[in-house]
Every structure is written in structure tokens, then in C-alpha cells.
């Protein structure tokens, strides 16, 4: 097993005291602000250009910085947060149903299973109401009710309607807003944009983030470029698992190089399992497609009574269907947080009661809505979701039940931060779902958009300016010894890969390792397979560096070697997961352990011992733990019901 030594507590000294609905107000209140003069004098990089990033780049470029900003793909609309259906959530109570940004932070931190900071949480659900505002000025097409005012739905997890949508592509359409504003930055020279660039090492001088080590994807070229802060809005980390909801070039790797120099990684075995995507089809499959949580809005989750049931749906009478979420938990239904919901459909397929190909899936239909609202009022909310659900599967939803199974989607963990969003390395910003500060154990549905635009749009600008006010940038010269270090280390890195020309594919050392994980460390893990998973993982990391073949050269567009590069970070995170969800003996959340459970079968929690986050340092002779105790004065934990 990987061994580990336990620090020294760490805490979050950037929050300040009082009430906690003061301390966002008061905290903008005592930041230091830099004169607009002076802005133009500092450059910022930003990593990532999804909801986070990009609102982020171009809110920083609005304000007077100069922003050089980097994704891999061939232009920042492309970026992930364009597949985010369902929506995203405000607490604006248009539906006067008892809603309240008091009541979205208690949400929050009961979803996440009181794992989460109640300060980073409450700003969250403060900051919700202005970003709704920020994307209707923007011209982001929200679904309107039939008077003109924005439309609201639910989610799981909660008992009232915050949910702004636009049909089933929320994501896209607010990342084209976000876009837009980042354009306008560009067009005007504020904003330096490098597209098909990927960021390969963090450059730390004087013990400040000052830079980074990026590869264009294209010509291959290695830069370096320099800055007086870097921000990372990199996203997640899902597809260690090798099949997930996310897209195929989501990737570790700027989290994690910047964690071999220096910032803590905070849970990283919080990860999120989603209960509605469309079931495995087959070994090589290379990725998984998400059908929208707000699907369970009408539709109603089932599976036969009796095991080993193969009948069609629709020659199932009503008296032999379990609707099991309603059964079990009739106060919520089919609206329970994403980590019930999915440990219930892993718990009927076990039982033998599952539906298609390997029993894995449960049924999602639409026939009581389409009778009760007619099939027009359906399609209008719910349509482009249906017609990709047909063109994948080739059935009609209309009229045959979809089928779902839980699949890897988000990851709760990331880069340990403060209430100002900054590491553990001064000036290394992070943002979005690449930090770990407000969702706990769980994330509860449509908060990730409202998370990434809270972040970039309002949070970073005000403490990043702070940050910048204290000044003591220097001019760095191209041959500091940490930049050179930083240079070499990543040349040396694309040279080995190159060199090794062994027999494997990285895509077979990936799905291998994805399989152990998902076997010992997804919806349901015990000391036993996590532990099979830390034997296993070096042995595999091994193999890699021995055996994997890289065709092509690194002077040209080599997707292998962006693969390779990327594999062998998962292939060190997932090792340091594993550990983390093996040393967390409770369950909270997305993190079930087997060994604790109450006698229904639901999350145990000990709070005695854990009611804390997990921060890593890494050390070149293993992992070190950090502890940063929660505490919770306005919403105290309790066993989490939604019956």
C-alpha cells in the first residue's frame, strides 16, 4: 500500500468572523483593490475556458488585466460545460414556493452530506441571484413562461423549483454567453487567447505561482509563459475511471502538476455517480452519455417486481412494477440527491430485478406525464433529450421506457482552496470543479453551472485583485533556475514517453486502470478492494512506463502522446484516490464504504473522526494528510432522510 504520514492541521484563514450572511460583503468590503492604471501592468494566466474560466478571463480582461488563456480544444466554446443539460440553480424564489438563499445553502450542505464549509456554501447560494441577472443581460435564451417571466423546475435533492433551464442544453447556452463576453476581450487585445495549448507544469518562484509550462497541440512547441497569478479552471477529474459522462479530453493533469508543486489536493475520493446515463453497450465502449436529471422531474424510475423479469415494459401491468424510489423515500421520489438515487439502482440490478442487456438498468418513463400533459408539453421541455436518447439507442422514448444506469460525471474533490479560492501556493487560483470548496460529498444537481459562473463571474475577481494589491512581482528572467527546471522536467517527461516503444496501447493501460477503480473505488467500495486497488495501481504505473507505445514524434499534432501524458497523471491520482477513500472509513455522500451503512442500507457517517477534509501534500516519499476540521453552526448534521 501506498504509505502516508499524517501533518499538521491546516484551516481556512481567508473567511471572516461574524454572521455568516455579513462575511462575503464583509470580505469584499477589506480587500485591497488595484488602481485601473495599474491593472494593465498585470498579466494573469487562465487555464480552462468552460463556465469557469471563461467567465473568469473575461471578467478579469473587463476589469483591466491582461489575461493570456489556454484550453486544449480547437476554440473555449468547445469546452465541457457545453454538455451540461438540466440547469443551473438561484435562489430567486420566482415560484414563491418557500425558496430562500438560506434554504439553498441548507440544501447544499445537507446534499453534500455535511462535508462541505458552511462559508463557501452560504456565498455560494448569495452570489446564485446575480448570476441568473448576469446570463439574461448576456441574451442566454432561459425557458419563460407563457406571461414572459423565466421558468423554474426542480432538481434532485430539494423540495422547491430554483432551476433556470434552457430545454436540455443550459450548459451550452450560457457557455456561449460567457463566450461572448470573452471574445469581446479578445477582439479588443485584453485577453491573449492560445487554443489546442495544454499546460504541462506550474512554474513556482519564490514560492509563488508565477507561470506556466504549456505544449501546443498542434506544432508540438514547448513555451513557457510568465504571469504575476495563475488561475486553473481546468475542470475535473471523472475520467480516471476511463468511461464517465465527461468528454474524452477532460483530464487530471494541470490540477495535478500543480499538486506535485505544492498545492494540496483536497477528497479526491469524492467523486459523483449520476443515476441517469444511458447504459454500457458494450467492452469497447470509449465513453458514456448522460440523459439530464431534470428527466426525473417527470419521468418515473422503475423496474419489475421480480427477479429475472424480461418481459417488454409495456406488457408489465402496474401491480408488478417496484417504483422504488417512491416506495422508499416518499417525501422526495424520483428526486432524491444523485447518490441515493444511484445506490438504489445498483441495488435493485444486484438484486437480479434489472432491465436490458446484463440486467444493468433501470427504467425512466415517460407514460404518465405524456398522458397527464399530453406529448406536445413533453417534447417542448424535454426534446432534444428524447431525440438523443433515440439516435443513441434506437428506441423511442415516446413510446418505450428509457433505460438508465448510474456512470461516473463529477468530481466533488479537487485542489484545496481557501475562501478567496487561492491554494496552498500564493497566486495559484482555482476555480470551478478543479477545487473542492463547495459541494461536500455529494453535488446536487444544477449547481455546477452555478458554482463555475459564481466563481468566475463574481468570487475570483474581487480576491484576486486583493491578492494583486500586495504586489512583489518581479520580473522573471527566461533563465531562472525554476524556470529552467520547469522546461526541463517536461521536456525529459515527452522524451521518455517517446522512447519506450513498448507493445501497449495508453488506451489499454487506461481502461484497465478505469475497471479497478470502478470496481473498488465507484458507487460502492470496502477495505478489501480498495486495497487490491493500491496493490495493483503501482504494478500497472510500472508497466506503463515499461510497455506503452507511443507512435509519432512530439513535434507535430500526436494525440497518443497528449493520451500518454494524460494517463500516466491518472495513473499516479488514481493511486492517491484509492488511499483517500481507503482512509476515510465512514460513508458521506458519493463515498459509500460497505462497512458503514445504517440497517436500511443508507451512508453512515462518523462524525467524530471525520467531520473534516482530507488535504494531500505531495512528498517524494509518499503522500502527507492535512485535516482542515468543518464546523457547522447554522445547519447541524444529521443522518440525511429524504422519506
Known sequence: ????????????????????????????????????????????????????GGAAGATLAEQGYHVVQFCFQDSPRRAHSVAAQGGINAAKNYRNDGDSVYRLFYDTVKGGDFRARESNVYRLAEVSVQIIDQCVAQGVPFAREYGGLLDNRSFGGVQVSRTFYARGQTGQQLLLGAYQALSRQIDAGNVELHARTEMLD???????????????????????????????????????FYLSTNA????????????????????????????TCIPRSGEHQSKLTLMSESLRNDGRIWVPAQRGDSRPPASIPESERDYYLERIY????????????????????????????????????????IGRMGRPSVEEKYGNLFDMYAQITAENPYETPMRIYPAIHYTMGGLWVDYDLQSTIPGLFVIGEANFSDHGANRLGASALMQGLADGYFVLPATLSHYLAGGGFAPIAADDPAVRSAESSVAARLETLLSIDGSRTVDSFHR??????????????????????LDRIPELREEFWNDVKVPGTGQQLNQSL?????????????????????????????????????????????????????AWEYGEAGPVLHREALSFDYVHPTQRSYA
Not at 519564490?206 to 505544449?215: E, L, S
Not at 477503480?517 to 470496502?526: F, P, T, V
Open 330 to 369: 416518499p417525501s422526495f421520489g424520483n428526486l432524491v440527491p444523485r447518490d441515493i438515487a444511484s445506490r438504489q439502482a445498483k441495488n435493485v440490478c444486484d438484486e437480479g430485478r434489472g432491465v436490458g442487456p446484463g440486467g444493468l438498468g433501470v427504467y425512466l418513463d415517460f407514460a404518465e406525464a
Open 562 to 614: 497528449e493520451k500518454a501524458n494524460r494517463v500516466a497523471d491518472f495513473l499516479e491520482f488514481g493511486e492517491l484516490m484509492a488511499l483517500d477513500a481507503l482512509v476515510r472509513t465512514e460513508s458521506c455522500g458519493g463515498h459509500f464504504r460497505e462497512e458503514s451503512q445504517t440497517p436500511e442500507g443508507e451512508a453512515l457517517r462518523d462524525d467524530e473522526h471525520f467531520t473534516n477534509v482530507s
Open 248 to 275: 474524452k479530453g477532460s483530464n487530471a493533469t494541470a490540477i495535478w502538476r500543480a499538486h506535485k508543486r505544492g498545492a494540496y489536493l483536497a477528497n479526491p475520493c469524492f467523486t459523483q455517480i449520476h443515476p
Open 512 to 533: 484497465e486502470l478505469g475497471t479497478l477503480l470502478w470496481d473498488h473505488c465507484g458507487m460502492a467500495r470496502n477495505a478489501s478492494g480498495l486495497q487490491k486497488a
Open 1 to 52: 500500500m501506498l504509505e502516508y504520514t499524517v501533518g499538521s492541521d491546516i484551516s481556512d484563514t481567508a473567511a471572516p468572523a461574524g454572521p455568516i450572511e455579513n462575511r462575503w460583503e464583509t470580505r469584499k468590503r477589506e480587500a485591497k483593490l488595484v488602481n485601473p492604471a495599474n491593472r494593465r501592468k498585470h498579466r494573469v494566466i487562465v487555464v480552462g475556458t468552460g463556465l469557469a
Open 202 to 240: 506550474l512554474i513556482v518562484i519564490d514560492g509563488k505561482a508565477r507561470g506556466i509550462v504549456a505544449r501546443d497541440l498542434v506544432t508540438g512547441e514547448v513555451r513557457t509563459h510568465l504571469a504575476d497569478a495563475v488561475v486553473l479552471a481546468s475542470g475535473g477529474y471523472g475520467n480516471v
